[in-house]
Nanobody, 121 residues
Framework: QVQLVESGGGLVQAGGSLRLSCAQS????????TGWFRQAPGMERAFVAA????????YYAASVKGRFTISRDNAKNTVYLQMNSLKPEDTAVYYC??????????????WGQGTQVTVSS
């Protein structure tokens, strides 16, 4: 019984910023990793970033490294994705997902419904 709800998406101009939130409710998995993924229409879902339970370990796709920052506030059961210097190619539906065993590269068993990010030029 895990629910993940993304929020914070919207329409921004290239070069702008957004902060996405992933609120978790239901069962809490200590040591779980949380990832952000994105999918543009007609394209494959792609990994964006992931974070360990403690927040000490983070991982980024090369395409977003240096522009996006993943973080978490476990007291609020929320994971964030700060997106700066947005580009039109960042346009996608962004999903958060939870890997209960904490391995950030697979095992994402729970997924949110997604939030739309549109970057205009």
């Amino acid at each position: 019984q895990v629910q993940l709800v993304e929020s914070g998406g919207g329409l921004v101009q290239a070069g702008g910023s957004l902060r996405l939130s992933c609120a978790q409710s239901g069962r809490t998995f200590s040591s779980a990793a949380t990832g952000w993924f994105r999918q543009a229409p007609g394209m494959e879902r792609a990994f964006v970033a992931a974070i360990s339970w403690s927040g000490a370990s983070t991982y980024y796709a090369a395409s977003v490294k240096g522009r996006f920052t993943i973080s978490r506030d476990n007291a609020k059961n929320t994971v964030y994705l700060q997106m700066n210097s947005l580009k039109p190619e960042d346009t996608a539906v962004y999903y958060c997902a939870l890997a209960p065993d904490g391995y950030p590269h697979d095992g994402y068993d729970y997924w949110g419904q997604g939030t739309q990010v549109t970057v205009s030029s």
